[in-house]
Each structure stands twice: as structure tokens, then as C-alpha cells.
T-cell receptor, first 114, second 113 residues
């Protein structure tokens, strides 16, 4: 168990630029989740995948956001035309299927939009 | 819709004192409830979870939480605080076993020597 890995740890970008984050879940986990956490708040659910299928998307996920998990392993989250309000910590988590399976979180990607 | 309210964004206790972090939830279905801890520069770690079995749930690091349906509460306690307990704690609710968690705003626990 090498844990959930996220890359990069930090990203600074200018408003209007596109950014992409990567998440590598624990290898045997078929469910992968994206959350967003702003300063002083708890994480907010964005979307989740079971294998390569995106099963749920939050209303928080505007059209500028897109997530993929093409082969059911790693996932990418892309934000187009970034805005200052997108500045947040983007968290990835994974788990196996089953009601009592534990959710494992990565350390997150901190995005700062200038 | 589900929601979680954590009373007190900051809690300060002395080392060795009782830790009590409050969480109240709102759910239209029997809830699954969770407590997570977040240390600086680390991912969220599960402390404990309630899944409709025993109402008193024991977790890691000496923490426990009691589910009280009548009070819609799931407060987190630890009898004796340790310096290493200083962290951010999040309560969360789900309508199933873990998809789409709804988190509270968090409580930062500070432990004084």
C-alpha cells in the first residue's frame, strides 16, 4: 500500500490559464473521488469514478472542470480558464467496493490562481 | 440533503485534559457518520466511523464517538489529550457506506503543554 499520490503538490497559475492535476489511487481500488477544500472549510465533493465510469458529479463542478479516468487507474482533473475562486486544495481519494471499505485520501494539490 | 455542523472552529485544551469536539448532523435517511483528522501537509485520515452497529464507536489513537439519534449528534472525545493530537478534525456524513461524504467545516484542536 503506497497510498494515494497526487501531482503536483502545488500549482501557481495566472487567471485564464488551464491546469491539470493527476491522482494515482491505491492500485487495487476501483473507486476514485475528487474533493475540493478551501481555506477554513471542510472538503466538498466534486465527482467520483467506479473504474473508468464517472458516476456522479457535483453541481460545484462547472463546465470549466473536467475529470477523466481513462483506464480505470489514474485520474486527471482539468480546470480550464482558471478563476481566482478556483484557488483551493484539490483532494483525491480512493477505496475498494464494499460497504465497509475505508476511504484513503491523498495529500492534495494546492492551486493558487493569481 | 445532508449537512454537518461542527461547533467551534478552534478548541484549545491542556495536555492530559479531556478532548470534546462537537458534531451535529442532518440527514433524511439513517446516516453513516465519520470523523477524520488532518495533520499539516498530510491527507485526511479516518479516525472512526458509525455504520448503525454499536452507538459508541472506538477509533484510533484513543478517540471515540457516540451516536445519539435523539440529539442528531456524533461528538468526538478522548479522555486525555496528547500534544500529538493537535490537528484539524472533520466530521462527515454519508447516506451510504462512504460515497459522496458531506463534511463539516472542521475544528482545529490545539493542545497546550
Amino acid at each position: 500500500d503506497t497510498g494515494v499520490s497526487q501531482d503536483p503538490r502545488h500549482k501557481i497559475t495566472k487567471r485564464g490559464q488551464n491546469v491539470t492535476f493527476r491522482c494515482d489511487p491505491i492500485s487495487e481500488h476501483n473507486r476514485l473521488y475528487w474533493y475540493r477544500q478551501t481555506l477554513g472549510q471542510g472538503p466538498e465533493f466534486l465527482t467520483y469514478f467506479q473504474n473508468e465510469a464517472q458516476l456522479e458529479k457535483s453541481r460545484l463542478l462547472s463546465d470549466r472542470f473536467s475529470a477523466e479516468r481513462p483506464k480505470g487507474s489514474f485520474s486527471t482533473l482539468e480546470i480550464q480558464r482558471t478563476e481566482q475562486g478556483d484557488s483551493a486544495m484539490y483532494l483525491c481519494a480512493s477505496r475498494s467496493t464494499g460497504p465497509n471499505e475505508k476511504l484513503f485520501f491523498g495529500s492534495g494539490t494546492q492551486l493558487s490562481v493569481l | 440533503a445532508q449537512s454537518v455542523t461542527q461547533l467551534g472552529s478552534h478548541v484549545s485544551v491542556s495536555e492530559g485534559a479531556l478532548v470534546l469536539l462537537r458534531c451535529n448532523y442532518s440527514s433524511s435517511v439513517p446516516p453513516y457518520l465519520f470523523w477524520y483528522v488532518q495533520y499539516p501537509n498530510q491527507g485526511l485520515q479516518l479516525l472512526l466511523k458509525y455504520t448503525s452497529a454499536a452507538t459508541l464507536v472506538k477509533g484510533i489513537n484513543g478517540f471515540e464517538a457516540e451516536f445519539k439519534k435523539s440529539e442528531t449528534s456524533f461528538h468526538l472525545t478522548k479522555p486525555s489529550a496528547h500534544m500529538s493530537d493537535a490537528a484539524e478534525y472533520f466530521c462527515a456524513v454519508s447516506d451510504n457506506a462512504g460515497n459522496m461524504l458531506t463534511f463539516g467545516g472542521g475544528t482545529r484542536l490545539m493542545v497546550k503543554p
